[in-house]
């Protein structure tokens, strides 16, 4: 069995900063894409970040410049590091990747991390 494990959520205020983590685990062969997704009351999941080896990072307009994805290939984990956070950041945060493991390949999640961002 393959799974991620996300961590780091909380309340912060906004202008603040949360640092997200997600490590995934199990009968892992090799990960290829790994990101970040959210979705807030009544929206639709989104796409916030998304990185691949050996291919540019990629963001959504809106985070752009303030949000940071990064990776550790060694600990299978991928990090979120999200500064100057707003209101508008406030959502459930879900780490996903796309895995081959001992039985299938293809995209798992994690079981999400509330962020919110109020004063």
């Known amino acids: 069995q393959v799974q991620l494990v996300e961590s780091g959520g909380g309340l912060v205020q906004p202008g603040g900063s949360l640092r997200l983590s997600c490590a995934a685990s199990g009968s892992i062969v090799s990960i290829n894409a790994m990101g970040w997704y959210r979705q807030a009351p009544g929206k639709q999941r989104e796409l916030v970040a998304t990185i691949t080896s050996g291919a540019p990072t990629n963001y959504a307009d809106s985070v752009k410049g303030r949000f940071t994805i990064s990776r550790i290939n060694a600990k299978n984990t991928v990090y979120l590091q999200m500064n100057n956070l707003k209101p508008e950041d406030t959502a459930v945060y879900y780490c996903?990747?796309?895995?081959?493991?001992?039985?299938?390949?293809?995209?798992?999640w994690g079981q999400g991390t509330q962020v919110t961002v109020s004063s």
């Open positions: 996903n990747a796309y895995i081959v493991s001992g039985y299938k390949r293809g995209d798992y």
